[in-house]
């Protein structure tokens, strides 16, 4: 098995003939925080959305584990491991925050997801349920109704969900956005945390988190892939400052700043 975990081949998706994703080549080493950035309309969701397939590629394809999975549908991808959070927050508000981590843990009990199983039989789920949420720091809010959550802890009751389906590629769809500083602070050392013997792939618009944790970014611009590398790499890659800031020389000097105030 190589080293790597994912791996997409000239992956392009055309819609009536734009292309929004176009030969893009991405490589996702086993055990990483892996970064895909770019401005607004570089083609991030969309390249998230052919690689869980909520979106079928024009053409391209896309290795998980050395396996081809082009083909696969959205369900087999993620028996076989490919877990996904969304922008938004997908999670049960009207069950408690334990309730929810529980669901995500069904298929351990070879039943599928029976929202009607008896209490009985799902508190045999409940010592891993408890588990997973004081790996996110939410044992205390076990009984809470998750309505009634913050917004940052709703987003950590959404990494449990995904932790409890044992994903061996976790996607994460811009999980600090809409976040104050506090939040986004505990989110991000949240996923660093849970990142330990897992792989992660992230799109995310804050550059300070993506600084603090990744391993390796991969910028997209126009969806092409415009630069790859460690972020001081990409930091200093005049094209990556150009893509940012929409202009040139005069506005390099600012972006670095900017970038390297971030790290």
């Not at 176009?22 to 892996?34: E, K, M, S, T």
């Not at 052919?50 to 394809?61: E, I, N, Q």
Request: aromatic share 6%; with cysteine.
């Amino acid at each position: 098995m190589s080293g790597f975990i994912l791996e997409t081949q000239n992956l392009t998706k055309e819609f009536r003939g734009f292309k929004a994703v176009c030969d893009v080549n991405l490589r996702v080493q086993r055990g990483h925080i892996h970064a895909l950035i770019g401005p607004n309309g570089a083609g991030k969701t969309t390249c998230f959305n052919l690689l869980t397939k909520f979106l079928v590629p024009t053409s391209g394809r896309i290795l998980f584990n050395d396996k081809d999975i082009t083909a696969a549908s959205p369900a087999h991808i993620a028996r076989m491991g490919v877990i996904r959070s969304f922008q938004i927050s997908a999670v049960f508000p009207h069950l408690t925050v334990l309730q929810n981590v529980r669901i995500g843990l069904q298929r351990q009990l070879g039943t599928s997801f029976h929202f009607w199983q008896s209490e009985r039989k799902l508190d045999a789920l409940n010592d891993r349920a408890m588990a997973l949420l004081a790996e996110v720091d939410l044992a205390s809010f076990a009984d809470t109704i998750t309505v009634d959550m913050p917004y940052g802890r709703k987003r950590a009751l959404e990494i449990a969900t995904t932790l409890a389906m044992e994903p061996a590629l976790m996607l994460l769809d811009e999980p600090t956005q809409g976040m104050g500083h506090e939040d986004v602070h505990r989110v991000t050392e949240l996923i660093k945390k849970v990142s330990t013997g897992r792989t992660i792939l992230m799109v995310e618009h804050n550059m300070k988190v993506v600084a603090g944790i990744c391993d390796r970014i991969s910028v997209l611009q126009r969806g092409c892939m415009l630069a790859e590398g460690t972020y001081a790499d990409v930091s200093r890659n005049p094209q990556v400052m150009e893509a940012y800031m929409g202009t040139e020389a005069g506005a390099e000097g600012a972006h670095a700043q900017e970038l390297e105030g971030a790290h």
